[in-house]
């Protein structure tokens, strides 16, 4: 009687594998390894395997001759996972607070397993949502995600079904919902004021956490001038 304990029909991200064989009443036994030479079984023993679909083969006999064998065919995927954010762009200043953070993964071995998005602000975590990918080769992952005002850094991390991960790059982003603020302020003219001269002075400050640019428009009583 033989059997193969190790490895187990299984998928592997190792190609360093314990062959482990039980046998019963046997007096020799053997295996084949990842080179298609036999191999004495005395003991487990570690080998390397290929990449991709092994077969490894056990065989053993008794002192009469009585002959078995038995095999395991196995996976090893030691490739990792693969993947690019696309939005929002990094560095993006935004005053909406739903944002669709998408990435694009792939993965040329067994397949995507999940994905999952961390956001950060100064606190710490503030979003962690995984999306089941089922084992394609590649998805498009969108998750939308509802922010307050802040400064945030977002990532994916990839897994593919082997166990392989791959976790992208940071990007940052910032939530402004807050309008800035504005006002005349000396030596502007007093509003509702008529005056007898061509120019007129308009002093102005401003203030907002993330200022981009102040326009000055004046109107008349037929429009914008």
């Known amino acids: 009687l033989i059997s193969i304990i190790s490895p187990a029909n299984a998928t592997y991200n190792n190609k ?19 080179s298609g030479q036999n191999e004495t079984y005395t003991t487990s023993i570690y080998r390397v395997f290929n990449e991709g679909s092994n077969t490894l083969r056990a065989y053993a ?21 693969n993947a690019t954010l696309i939005s929002p762009a990094n560095g ?6 739903s944002q669709n953070f998408t990435a694009n993964a792939s993965d040329i071995g067994t397949g995507l397993k999940n994905g999952t998005i961390y ?29 307050v005002d802040g ?3 977002w990532f994916y991390s990839f897994f593919d079904i082997a166990g392989n991960l791959f976790t992208t ?3 940052t982003i910032t939530i402004d919902t807050v309008v800035p603020n504005i006002q005349f302020v000396p030596p502007s ?5 008529t005056i007898a001269v061509r ?27």
């Not at 482990?20 to 990842?34: D, L, R």
């Not at 064998?69 to 490739?79: A, K, R």
């Not at 993006?92 to 607070?97: D, E, F, L, P, Y």
Request: glycine share 8%; hydrophobic share 40%; charged share 5%.
């Open 189 to 193: 003219e007093i509003g509702g004021a």
């Open 61 to 81: 006999n008794d002192s009469v001759g009585n002959f078995n064998f038995t095999s395991v065919t196995f996976y090893i995927d030691t490739t990792l996972p």
């Open 119 to 147: 956001i950060y602000n100064q606190s710490g975590l503030v979003n962690q949502t995984a999306v089941n990918l089922g084992g394609v080769a590649n998805s498009l992952v969108g998750v939308v995600v509802t922010l």
């Open 92 to 97: 993006t200043v935004t005053n909406v607070s």
């Open 151 to 153: 400064v945030y850094n």
């Open 169 to 171: 790059d940071n990007r």
């Open 16 to 34: 360093t594998l314990l062959i482990n064989i039980s046998t019963s009443g046997a007096s020799y036994a053997w295996f084949t390894n990842s």
């Open 199 to 225: 120019n007129i002075l308009v002093n102005i400050t401003a203030s907002d956490d993330n200022l981009a640019n102040i326009t000055i428009e004046l109107y008349n009583s037929t429009g914008l001038v």
